[in-house]
């Protein structure tokens, strides 16, 4: 099991950026895929971005151009760098990790064994 850690997030004006951070504790895990999820209340779980170890990147349609994922592998952590926030962007962000093949898409839920505990962000006037 991979234990995934966030941070990064906190309260931020529209128009403004936010960098989330994930780390993963299993080093020598050598992963398939990270994701990172957003959930809002009343909403279902969103999938925001997601890169592989070959970084091949998908996004949401509704965070391109605004949002770019990357990852370290030799130090474990990855980062969604978050610009040009609005209101819709407000939730928990979770990060993820696919730890056995699957043909899941990048940004389904199911292709992910492992999540963190997730980090708000909040936009707000």
């Known amino acids: 099991q991979v234990e995934m850690v966030e941070s990064g997030g906190g309260s931020v004006q529209p128009g403004g950026s936010l960098r989330l951070t994930c780390t993963w504790s299993n080093g020598i895990w050598g992963g398939h895929s990270v994701g990172w999820f957003r959930k809002a209340p009343g909403k279902a779980r969103e999938g925001v971005a997601a890169?592989?170890?070959?970084?091949?990147?998908e996004y949401a349609d509704s965070v391109k151009g605004r949002f770019t994922i990357s990852r370290d592998n030799p130090n474990n952590i990855a980062y969604l760098q978050m610009d040009s926030l609005n209101f819709e962007d407000t939730g928990m962000y979770y990060c993820?990790?696919?730890?056995?093949?699957?043909?899941?898409?990048?940004?389904?839920?199911?292709?992910?064994?492992?999540w963190g505990q997730g980090t708000q962000v909040t936009v707000t006037s």
């Open positions: 890169i592989t170890r070959a970084d091949k990147i």
């Open positions: 993820a990790a696919q730890s056995v093949s699957n043909y899941y898409g990048m940004l389904s839920p199911q292709r992910y064994s492992d």
